[in-house]
């Protein structure tokens, strides 16, 4: 990637500059793999300062470099979080280059400016307001932190991380789903093998014990406010509680129109008249309420990597939006067809099946079994094939879809 140009900064660098550092620096360390960045640790704060002008040789640098940064962010803000409650506004200062934490400005709430935007801002000199850290937990800090951070900074290779967020987890989640046969309330059914009524049926069932789930799970998530983080998305969103947390200030990356696009309805049809129908075993082992949790998780993993296509299909936008606006602009209905065309990388799908290969090889294997499980492929717990076709057949195409909804709508 040539010429980033930032200067990244965390905690109360109010007065940092590009080139002119005049703070007292207790010890840097140079990260690995990375010649031209710097981890500075000064007191009470956590800087990375890239170097004007910076290439970085390879994605594993980008990766790392990335990683370093969100660690130290996170860490800096929890420090903070900590050690710092939010001043009171009888003690702000309205003027003074140097303020202590203590003295600092008790920020209107438009003006909050969040540890991302203090991040993300490469404006030299710019004096931003801290937030109130008690109502920004860490975990969404950090999150919210990763999204907006790579879609500003790398739009390129920053969409490929987006999208590999969580992919572990969807890998084990299909490993579970392997465990607990789904299949087993055929036996329900009169234990024959299924065809398309049977299937009907089934998968009524599973509805119902799924929505239960969701009366555990997305109700006292709804509560918590995580439906109001854009990268996550209801399935039921008429179930879903108000918020009792305060609200979390996110920067608005997305255009607004994202907001109004969810396509879990159609994940749901899609995970249970196909992609289930690829995974599950024949028979019954009488683990129903076991495999609809497992649905449960998987649905939303999965909603959550193919929703990431808003993320992506902005970062592209801002990456080439000459190349994008006509076609946008002229909204007929060829267009999308057009979108699809402009949007498809087979080669970085490739790459991406390549790599979901090896995990399932990696992470699927056997433990304890004496043969190592990559040289024999009966002791993974799923053939990785099958992985990479999940993600050729359904994950990427809805990814598109839903990059394609958003971008028709990018410029509403
Ligand atoms: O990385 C991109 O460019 C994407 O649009 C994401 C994605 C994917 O879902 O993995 C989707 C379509 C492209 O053909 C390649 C990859």
Redesign the pocket.
Known sequence: MQGVEFLAYVGDAQDVQEGAHDFRVESTCPVMGLSNIEVVVKTGQTLIVSKAGMVFESEDQVYNMYNIYAACAAASDLQHHLRHPPPHPASASPTGRRRSRTQALDPAPSDVASPAERCLSPLPGRRLSRPRPSRIPVFEVQKWMSLSYLVCFFPFSG??LL?VQGKIERVFALFNLKLFCPFACLKWLGGKKSDESDVLILNSIRRSLIQQEDAYHLQPSGEVGRYKSPDEHPFFPEQLLEPVLPPVQYKNILHHAAASININKLIWAVYFHDLLLRLVREGSDGNCGSSACCDTIILQALSKRIHC?KF?AEA?FRESPDKYSPTIQAQARTDKDKLMEM????E??EN?KRRIRIEAMTFGQVLGTAVSAMADPLLLKMKPDLVAEL?DKW??PL??EV?VQYLLRRLD
């Open positions: 969409r490929k999208l296509g992506v592209k949007l498809t990388h087979k970085v799908e991406v993600y994950l990427i990814t598109m990059e």
